[in-house]
């Protein structure tokens, strides 16, 4: 199975800061990488694929990259509303497999 | 609208069965694979099982391999979840998720890209 490891697993930042979230996969995946949002209580919300895709309808200010085996998530100007918890998910091989999670809390 | 809205969850004795179900809406449910997904309390995510588009094809976590299956019946734009030997380490808020596509192309898998998901249903194992 591939291992997810994420990182940080939680931050504290203030509205308008540059928020960068990273995941890192124990092989190679071939930029087959998702993020996700969670919001307690919401249908977890897609945000963007293959690395770096983004989702229509999910705002610029988020982006994807990477490749092999590191990948990050970029918040270039955080919004009261991105306060949430984000999980990055390979999809190169069954079982998928999500990183830990990294908790975005308001400062 | 497009949603997905799952059913089922309830309070179950170890040993236990349960079935949850997942309605779907406002989209072809035949077109796309649709995925099983929970939660255990205070956790991460963890993948539990897909089905294709036409429901051919189906894979578990090593997790519930054995005792849980998946299926879908197109006709009603459902997906079920047939859960069997609960245990508690199987406590968990379990959503279902559209994918993006209905099955793997030739050189990338959308049907593991989860693009729309439900807000889950509540599963307690416990005595």
């Keep these: 199975d591939i291992q997810m490891t994420q990182s940080p697993s939680s931050l504290s930042a203030s509205v308008g800061d540059r928020v960068t979230i990273t995941c890192r996969a124990s092989q190679g995946i071939s930029n087959s990488l998702v993020w996700y949002q969670l919001k307690p209580g919401k249908a977890p919300r897609f945000l963007l694929h293959a690395a770096s895709r983004l989702e229509s309808g999910v705002p610029s200010r988020f982006s994807g990259s990477g490749s092999g085996t590191d990948y990050t998530l970029t918040i270039s100007s955080l919004q009261p509303e991105d306060f949430a918890t984000y999980y990055c998910q390979q999809y190169d091989s069954i079982p998928l497999t999500f990183g830990g999670g990294t908790k975005v809390e308001i400062k | ?127």
């Design chain 2, 1 to 127: 609208e497009v949603e997905l809205l799952e059913s089922g969850g309830a309070l179950v004795q170890p040993g236990g069965s349960l079935r949850l179900s997942c309605a779907a809406s406002g989209f072809t449910f035949n077109n796309y694979a649709m995925n099983w997904v929970r939660q255990a309390p205070g956790k991460g995510l963890e993948w539990v099982s897909i089905i294709t588009d036409r429901g051919d094809i189906t894979k578990y976590a090593d997790s519930v391999k054995g005792r849980f299956t998946i299926s879908r019946d197109n006709s009603r734009n459902t997906l079920y979840l047939q859960m069997n030997s609960l245990r508690a380490d199987d406590t968990a808020l379990y959503f279902c998720a559209k994918a993006l596509a209905g099955s793997c192309g030739t050189t990338t898998c959308n049907s593991r890209v989860l693009s729309l998901w439900g807000q889950g249903t509540l599963v307690t194992v416990s005595s």
